[in-house]
């Protein structure tokens, strides 16, 4: 069994329990480095006092072994723990590599594509296998069969892809090519949501003999998590070993990226991650991208910061997720001078921030009222030609509605409208606070009206914008107004 590195360790006991608790830490300490307080000079646009100290840095984090030794490097840059200074970014893959495995499809695949791609007809199971057939006698094996499922998956042709799915296993009698078909549409499904269809693919596969596999299992682990169903992927997980089926790197990474996205505490989370290298597993930068994933959603930016320092000592190179994701966290954690460092030192290492770097970096700034910051970072972006997104944009607005550059804002809904962009229910919302908290009151019913112009569904968080700019107002029967449409919605809902 391979011994975890002796400079770090996130847990250090014995027991397993993946539904409790896994192992008991035993004399853990959390030692990072302290962040001093020195806080840039901010310019008069913003009448927000200043930032305090992020709560943050006083809660009770998770108690790790030292990560930092005597003689290794600052995690970033020279200065980065000498400075002080929110939100998880869905987007924070964009311009991402993908890490798509070889194919050995064969030209007949293309083509059979193709024309999977254009059949029309509804819901028209024989016509479709008769389709399928045509191509039949030039595709190869499961390759060309699994390429032909990952595909209409991603074009989400969900229904063409069961039936093509069952066409081949049915004609295959290969037991591994069977497992292989199975794993793939499971991990097909799971990609387009549709989890209990792939529960059911799976439980097939399984009773028929061929899906007792570490892909097959780890490819239903992945489905739960992308739903949220983190408990579901760890009774997944737990079941293997009734099968005698040991997990292997993509299985643990499919299990600390459901339980992430199941919104499971940190410290339960790392458990995973003890076990896999006592386990002889050892990690790679999927896995400690979703464990800083964790990090980004708690804004754990000290455990972050620590996580990213590992993965530079143990030679595994961060990409653009991995510094958007530590720039996620360090915003959340209220560091928000700490962001300049990182994105320096993505620099420094050739890699370009994006979009959703500059995006999360400025939405921290204007969450703590530093408007100008944000606004310089704005024209940072504009200067260097990076193309806004609609996050971009709704935090733009919502800044300059806050501070009542009401034409800029409306400079921003144009340029919106000219690249394509629709206002969508943040950018709605975003309008909503900034007149409210101006006591434009006008102009909040003129744009609740437009929203339901439009038909862009209110979320709770527009009609809590709405109740709470009304209450302080003192027009209590435009807020009741606002709650009964609030109740009337949900029981029509339910």
């Given at each position: 069994?391979?011994?975890t590195p002796p400079h770090w360790s996130l847990?250090?006991?014995?027991t397993s329990n993946h539904h409790q608790t896994r192992q008991q830490p035993n004399h853990r300490q959390w030692l990072p480095p302290r962040v001093s307080s020195s806080p840039r000079g901010s310019r008069s646009l913003s009448a927000a006092p200043p930032s305090s100290p992020s709560p943050v840095s006083h809660r009770k984090l998770p108690t790790?072994?030292?990560l930092l030794t005597p003689n290794s490097s600052p995690p970033l840059s020279s200065d980065f723990s000498g400075r002080r200074s929110t939100r998880f970014v869905s987007k924070m893959h964009f311009n991402r590599p993908k890490t798509t495995t070889s194919t050995r499809h064969s030209p007949a695949a293309e083509n059979a594509l193709h024309s999977l791609t254009a059949f029309s007809g509804d819901n028209d199971e024989t016509t479709f296998q008769s389709l399928i057939s045509t191509f039949e006698p030039t595709l190869h094996s499961s390759d060309d069969y699994t390429f032909l499922l990952r595909e209409l998956?991603?074009?989400?042709?969900?229904?063409?892809?069961l039936l093509l799915y069952h066409f081949a296993v049915q004609r295959e009698r290969r037991k591994n090519e069977r497992g292989k078909l199975a794993s793939a549409m499971i991990g097909t499904l799971g990609r387009l949501g549709k989890v209990s269809i792939a529960k059911t693919v799976f439980e097939s596969a399984l009773s028929g003999g061929?899906?007792?596999?570490?892909?097959?299992?780890?490819a239903l682990i992945s489905a739960y998590g992308r739903s949220g169903l983190h408990n579901e992927a760890i009774t997944v997980f737990d079941s293997m070993k009734s099968y005698g089926l040991r997990p292997n790197l993509v299985t643990y990474n499919a299990v600390i990226d459901a339980c992430g996205k199941g919104g499971m505490e940190f410290s339960k989370v790392a458990e995973f991650f003890d076990e896999m290298e006592r386990n002889g597993v050892q990690p790679d930068r999927i896995t400690f991208n979703s464990l800083l994933g964790v990090c980004s959603r708690g804004g754990l930016w000290e455990v972050a910061r620590s996580l990213f320092h590992e993965m530079a000592n143990r030679k595994i190179e961060q990409d653009v997720f991995s510094y958007n994701t530590l720039l996620d966290a360090v915003c959340k954690g209220g560091q928000m001078d700490l962001s300049f460092d990182v994105l320096a030192q993505m620099r420094e290492n050739r890699i370009t921030p994006n979009v959703v770097s500059y995006s999360t970096v400025i939405d921290g700034f204007a969450k703590a009222g530093r408007f100008d910051e944000a606004l310089t970072l704005f024209d940072e972006i504009r200067y260097l030609g990076i193309a806004l997104d609609r996050v971009s944009y709704n935090t733009l607005l919502s800044i300059y509605t806050k501070v009542g550059r009401d034409e800029e804002a409306l400079d921003?809904?144009?340029?919106?409208?000219?690249?394509?962009?629709?206002k969508d229910v943040v950018t709605y919302n975003a309008l909503l606070g900034g007149y409210g908290k101006r006591g434009k009151y006008v102009e909040v019913e003129s744009v609740f009206d437009e929203m339901k112009r439009e038909g862009v569904l209110p979320n709770l968080l527009?009609?809590?914008t709405l109740i709470d700019v009304y209450s302080k107002a003192g027009l209590y029967r435009e807020a009741m107004e606002v709650i009964g449409l609030y109740i009337e919605i949900e029981l029509h809902l339910v």
């Amino acid at each position: 069994m391979a011994s975890t590195p002796p400079h770090w360790s996130l847990f250090t006991a014995t027991t397993s329990n993946h539904h409790q608790t896994r192992q008991q830490p035993n004399h853990r300490q959390w030692l990072p480095p302290r962040v001093s307080s020195s806080p840039r000079g901010s310019r008069s646009l913003s009448a927000a006092p200043p930032s305090s100290p992020s709560p943050v840095s006083h809660r009770k984090l998770p108690t790790f072994s030292p990560l930092l030794t005597p003689n290794s490097s600052p995690p970033l840059s020279s200065d980065f723990s000498g400075r002080r200074s929110t939100r998880f970014v869905s987007k924070m893959h964009f311009n991402r590599p993908k890490t798509t495995t070889s194919t050995r499809h064969s030209p007949a695949a293309e083509n059979a594509l193709h024309s999977l791609t254009a059949f029309s007809g509804d819901n028209d199971e024989t016509t479709f296998q008769s389709l399928i057939s045509t191509f039949e006698p030039t595709l190869h094996s499961s390759d060309d069969y699994t390429f032909l499922l990952r595909e209409l998956g991603n074009r989400g042709e969900c229904d063409k892809a069961l039936l093509l799915y069952h066409f081949a296993v049915q004609r295959e009698r290969r037991k591994n090519e069977r497992g292989k078909l199975a794993s793939a549409m499971i991990g097909t499904l799971g990609r387009l949501g549709k989890v209990s269809i792939a529960k059911t693919v799976f439980e097939s596969a399984l009773s028929g003999g061929y899906g007792n596999t570490v892909y097959a299992f780890s490819a239903l682990i992945s489905a739960y998590g992308r739903s949220g169903l983190h408990n579901e992927a760890i009774t997944v997980f737990d079941s293997m070993k009734s099968y005698g089926l040991r997990p292997n790197l993509v299985t643990y990474n499919a299990v600390i990226d459901a339980c992430g996205k199941g919104g499971m505490e940190f410290s339960k989370v790392a458990e995973f991650f003890d076990e896999m290298e006592r386990n002889g597993v050892q990690p790679d930068r999927i896995t400690f991208n979703s464990l800083l994933g964790v990090c980004s959603r708690g804004g754990l930016w000290e455990v972050a910061r620590s996580l990213f320092h590992e993965m530079a000592n143990r030679k595994i190179e961060q990409d653009v997720f991995s510094y958007n994701t530590l720039l996620d966290a360090v915003c959340k954690g209220g560091q928000m001078d700490l962001s300049f460092d990182v994105l320096a030192q993505m620099r420094e290492n050739r890699i370009t921030p994006n979009v959703v770097s500059y995006s999360t970096v400025i939405d921290g700034f204007a969450k703590a009222g530093r408007f100008d910051e944000a606004l310089t970072l704005f024209d940072e972006i504009r200067y260097l030609g990076i193309a806004l997104d609609r996050v971009s944009y709704n935090t733009l607005l919502s800044i300059y509605t806050k501070v009542g550059r009401d034409e800029e804002a409306l400079d921003v809904l144009r340029e919106m409208a000219s690249v394509g962009i629709k206002k969508d229910v943040v950018t709605y919302n975003a309008l909503l606070g900034g007149y409210g908290k101006r006591g434009k009151y006008v102009e909040v019913e003129s744009v609740f009206d437009e929203m339901k112009r439009e038909g862009v569904l209110p979320n709770l968080l527009t009609y809590s914008t709405l109740i709470d700019v009304y209450s302080k107002a003192g027009l209590y029967r435009e807020a009741m107004e606002v709650i009964g449409l609030y109740i009337e919605i949900e029981l029509h809902l339910v």
